[in-house]
């Protein structure tokens, strides 16, 4: 059940973004004056910000075998499905924003997906939250290396 779960937090976004359609709606024009705000300003990550993604993720850790997530500075792959990271976003808020380039069964779609690293008594995980996919959520942990 548990790799059932894994495959379905990993294939699932990979398949959706071979339907293509990753492009979010454009943005209303507000009819309303804005207060000025003090937002945080999201800026390119740097190496060592984005560091803790790297690595083998899975839903349970002890039994990641074949259904793993794989995340590099330049790859997200999971189990039948990759992407080509074209850059890292530092939120400012605890998440970074990977922006991919993906492709499956023939075809190229762009994709967003936010990442927070996480630490508790599992162990070292991460939310993932697709962004282009209705903000899909999913949590994975670090594979064991010792496996």
Same mark, same amino acid.
């Given at each position: 059940?548990?790799?059932?779960?894994?495959?379905?937090?990993?294939?699932?976004?990979?398949?959706?973004?071979?339907?293509?359609?990753?492009?979010?709606?454009?943005?209303?024009?507000?009819?309303?004056?804005?207060?000025?705000?003090?937002?945080?300003?999201?800026?390119?990550?740097?190496?060592?910000?984005? @560091?803790?993604?790297?690595?083998?993720?899975?839903?349970?850790?002890?039994?990641?075998?074949?259904?793993?997530?794989?995340?590099?500075?330049?790859?997200?792959?999971?189990?039948?499905?990759?992407?080509?990271?074209?850059?890292?976003?530092?939120?400012?808020?605890?998440?970074?924003?990977?922006?991919?380039?993906?492709?499956?069964?023939?075809?190229?779609?762009?994709?967003?997906?936010?990442?927070?690293?996480?630490?508790?008594?599992?162990?070292?995980?991460?939310?993932?939250?697709?962004?282009?996919?209705?903000?899909?959520?999913?949590?994975?942990?670090?594979?064991?290396?010792? @496996?």
């Amino acid at each position: 059940m548990r790799q059932f779960r894994l495959a379905a937090a990993i294939v699932v976004p990979g398949l959706l973004a071979a339907c293509g359609g990753g492009n979010p709606p454009p943005a209303q024009p507000s009819t309303q004056a804005s207060a000025p705000t003090t937002t945080q300003v999201a800026t390119p990550a740097t190496a060592d910000a984005i @560091k803790p993604l790297f690595g083998d993720w899975g839903l349970d850790p002890a039994h990641c075998g074949d259904q793993v997530l794989k995340i590099s500075a330049k790859r997200f792959e999971g189990p039948g499905s990759g992407c080509d990271i074209t850059g890292f976003t530092d939120n400012g808020d605890g998440t970074l924003t990977a922006a991919m380039s993906c492709t499956a069964n023939g075809q190229t779609s762009k994709e967003r997906i936010s990442m927070r690293p996480i630490f508790g008594p599992t162990g070292e995980g991460i939310d993932l939250v697709y962004l282009d996919r209705k903000n899909l959520a999913s949590e994975v942990l670090r594979c064991d290396a010792t @496996k």
